[in-house]
C-alpha cells in the first residue's frame, strides 16, 4: 500500500461488523455464557474444564485446516463454513446430553477457529500498513465488545430455556451479511517463504509474540471457562456473575487502544512488561475478601490486562515482517489456541483440588512467569 487511496475502506468497514457480530455469537455467547448457562445446568467444575477445553481443541483444528482451505475456496467461503460449524454446535447443545455436548463444543470452537484465519489475514491485508498497533488495538476493541454485549443480553432474556443459544446462533448467522458485502478475494493468495525469516530480529519479535499468546490462551481460556465456579465460591448468583462477566469485557474494550498505543511508543516489550505487572498486582488484590463492588471493579481491570495479551501478541505477528503477516499471525493464533485447550484442563483440576480461589492465582502466577520471560529477554539484549 503505498496511499491511503488504495486501501478498500469499505471491506475494512464490513470485516470489521463480521468480526464483532461472528464474535458476540461465537466467542460471548459459545465461550464466555454457555459456561455459565451448563453450570446452571449441573456441571461440575471438572466436566466444565473438559467443556471449554475442547471447545479450544476445536478451535485449534479449525485454525490448522483454515490455510488450505482459504486458498481452496477463498476468504470468503472459508468464513461462512466457520458460521455455519459454529451455528451447528450451538443448536445440537440445548437437545443433546452430556456425551454429545463434546462434539457439540468442539464444533462451536471449529467455526471461530475458521472465521479467525479466514477473516484476519484479509483484513490485515487490505489495511494500511502504518500504525499497525492502534490498528489491531481497534480490531480488538471492537470484536471486545463481544463478552460485554453477550452477558447483558443474557441477563435480559434470561438464562431459562434456550434464549442464550438462540441468541448466539441469530448473532453468527447475522455476519454473513456485512460478509456479502465485502469485496471479494475469490482465492487466497499462496504466500511464499519472506526473506524476513531469517532475520534474527524478526524471529525474535514473533518469539515474543508466541510467548505472549500462549500464556494468553492458558489465563484467558481458564478465567472465562471456570468464573462460574470462582463466582460460586464467592457466593455470587448468575445474575451477579452476568454483571461481573460484561464487566470484564468492557474492561477488555476500553484498554485495547491504550496497549496498541504503548506498544506503538514506548516499545513492545515495554507495553508487555506493563501489562504482566499489572496483572499480577491485580490478581492479588483480586484474592483479597472483596465485596461486589470491590470485586467488580478488579474484574474489570483484570478483563483490561488479561485480553491485552493477545492484543500484544497479534501486534508481534504484525510487526514482524510485512511479507508474511498472515503466516505470523497463524503462529500466534495457534499457539493462543494450542495453550488455551490446557488453561481449563489446568484450572479446573486446581480448583476441585484446592478450591474456587485457585483460577485467581493461576492468572498471578502466569503473568509473573511471562514478567520474568520478558526481562530475562530484555536483559540479554533481545
Not at 496511499?3 to 461472528?22: E, G, K, M
Not at 445440537?92 to 489475514?121: C, D, K, T
Not at 499457539?335 to 483440576?349: D, E, M, Q, R, V
Request: charged content about 10%; glycine content about 12%.
Amino acid at each position: 500500500m503505498t496511499s491511503d487511496r488504495r486501501i478498500d475502506w469499505r471491506t475494512i468497514t464490513f470485516l470489521n461488523a463480521v468480526s464483532l457480530l461472528s464474535q458476540i455469537g461465537q466467542f460471548g455467547i459459545g465461550f464466555v455464557v454457555l459456561p455459565l448457562w451448563l453450570t446452571q445446568h449441573g456441571l461440575n467444575a471438572a466436566q466444565l474444564g473438559v467443556f471449554a477445553s475442547t471447545e479450544w481443541l476445536g478451535m485449534l483444528a479449525g485454525l490448522a485446516v483454515a490455510p488450505g482451505l482459504n486458498r481452496k475456496f477463498g476468504y470468503r467461503m472459508v468464513i461462512t463454513f466457520g458460521a455455519l460449524a459454529s451455528m451447528f454446535g450451538l443448536a445440537a447443545v440445548p437437545v443433546a446430553v452430556w456425551h454429545v455436548w463434546i462434539p457439540a463444543a468442539a464444533l462451536v470452537g471449529l467455526g471461530m477457529g475458521l472465521r479467525w484465519i479466514g477473516l484476519e489475514p484479509w483484513l490485515y491485508r487490505i489495511a494500511p500498513n502504518h500504525a499497525r498497533g492502534r490498528l489491531v488495538g481497534f480490531h480488538e476493541t471492537l470484536i471486545g465488545l463481544a463478552p460485554i454485549i453477550a452477558p447483558i443480553l443474557t441477563k435480559w432474556f434470561g438464562f431459562a430455556g434456550n434464549a442464550p443459544i438462540l441468541l448466539g446462533m441469530a448473532f453468527t448467522g447475522s455476519a454473513l451479511l456485512p460478509l456479502a458485502y465485502a469485496r471479494p478475494i475469490p482465492v487466497a493468495p499462496i504466500e511464499p517463504r519472506s526473506s524476513h525469516d531469517s532475520d534474527p530480529a524478526h524471529n525474535r519479535i514473533l518469539a515474543l509474540g508466541v510467548a505472549v499468546g500462549v500464556i494468553a490462551g492458558i489465563t484467558e481460556a481458564a478465567f472465562s471457562g471456570l468464573f462460574p465456579m470462582f463466582g460460586l465460591g464467592r457466593g455470587l448468583n448468575a445474575d451477579q456473575m452476568a454483571n461481573l462477566l460484561a464487566i470484564f469485557g468492557l474492561g477488555g474494550l476500553l484498554l485495547q487502544y491504550l496497549v496498541g498505543w504503548l506498544a506503538d511508543h514506548r516499545g513492545l516489550a515495554f507495553a508487555i512488561l506493563a501489562c504482566s505487572i499489572s496483572t499480577v498486582f491485580i490478581a492479588v488484590i483480586a484474592a483479597l475478601p472483596l465485596g461486589f463492588s470491590g470485586l467488580a471493579i478488579t474484574i474489570f481491570f483484570l478483563g483490561g490486562t488479561i485480553t491485552a495479551y493477545l492484543t500484544l501478541s497479534i501486534i508481534a505477528a504484525t510487526k514482524a515482517g510485512d511479507g508474511d503477516m498472515s503466516v505470523n499471525v497463524r503462529r500466534v493464533s495457534m499457539a493462543y489456541t494450542a495453550s488455551a485447550i490446557f488453561g481449563p484442563l489446568i484450572a479446573g483440576t486446581a480448583m476441585k483440588t484446592l478450591g474456587s480461589e485457585a483460577l485467581i492465582w493461576q492468572v498471578g502466577v502466569l503473568a509473573a512467569a511471562l514478567c520474568g520471560y520478558v526481562l530475562i529477554k530484555v536483559r540479554h539484549g533481545h
